[in-house]
């Protein structure tokens, strides 16, 4: 089972309409979450972060964090053609009293929003 | 700040040459990360640092692959013999544990 697992795409919306990226996690120690966006040439750029269960929202984004799911999600409203990337989930697990710090990614989901 | 700042942007080596990446974090931040990307395998770590001290380097494909930190303000990733198959784009992270981290621009390495 890897680290961090979500749907690789194409996920094709319409402009205007809703987007729903998601993301499982496997290690249950995970406390820091993150939501990257990444255009085609381009290095990954944060969007979102969450640290507790339930929603964050910031302007056309929210994250959605359910740790007994060991699930997060990422919902885009009203999108729009420069929305089009690839989202990437990232999981920072905590170990050895909060010493550490491990960032591991999904390999992300490629998102097309059609004009 | 400057941010993350990876050198050089583009490399083309021959097989078997040894091929150092560096990287320069962001003042302050005592995480650094090093990614390889490629269409196939996605973002995967290769090792993490935490206050220049190697944490995890589970990552690493194999010896050939070998990282240093000698100061909060340097790392490197040297490969030494590469091979076609380490033909990727190489990415420097950095961040306060706990935080979000912030990319480098990449290094696009081409092993011929």
């Known amino acids: 089972q890897k680290e961090v697992e979500q749907n690789s795409g194409p996920l094709s919306v319409p402009e205007g309409a809703i987007a729903s990226l998601n993301c499982t996690y496997s290690?249950?120690?995970?406390?820091?979450f993150f939501w990257y966006r990444q255009y085609s040439g381009k290095s990954p750029e944060l969007i979102m972060f969450?640290?507790?269960?339930g929603d964050k929202e910031d302007g056309r984004f929210t994250a959605q964090l359910n740790k007994a799911s060991q699930y997060v999600s990422l919902l885009i409203r009203d999108s729009q053609p420069s929305d089009s990337a690839t989202y990437l989930c990232?999981?920072?697990?905590?170990?050895?009293?909060?010493?550490?710090?491990?960032?591991?990614f999904g390999t992300g989901t490629l998102l097309a929003v059609q004009p | 700040d400057a941010g993350v700042i990876q050198s050089p942007r583009h490399e083309v080596t021959e097989m078997g040459q040894e091929v150092t990446l560096r990287c320069k974090p962001i003042?302050?931040?005592?995480?650094l990360f090093w990614y390889r990307q490629t269409m196939m395998r996605g973002l995967e770590l290769l090792i993490y640092?935490?206050?220049?001290?190697?944490?995890?380097d589970s990552g690493m494909p194999e010896d050939r692959f070998s990282a240093k930190m000698p100061n909060a303000s340097f790392s490197t990733l040297k490969i030494q013999p590469s091979e076609p198959r380490d033909s990727a784009v190489y990415f420097c992270?950095?961040?306060?544990?706990?935080?979000?981290?912030?990319f480098g621009q990449g290094t696009r390495l081409t092993v011929v």
């Open positions: 992270a950095s961040s306060l544990v706990r935080a979000e981290a912030f």
């Open positions: 290690d249950r120690g995970s406390q820091s």
């Open positions: 969450i640290y507790s269960n």
């Open positions: 990232a999981v920072n697990a905590l170990r050895y009293g909060g010493a550490t710090n491990k960032l591991i």
């Open positions: 003042s302050g931040h005592n995480s």
């Open positions: 640092f935490n206050n220049n001290v190697p944490i995890d």
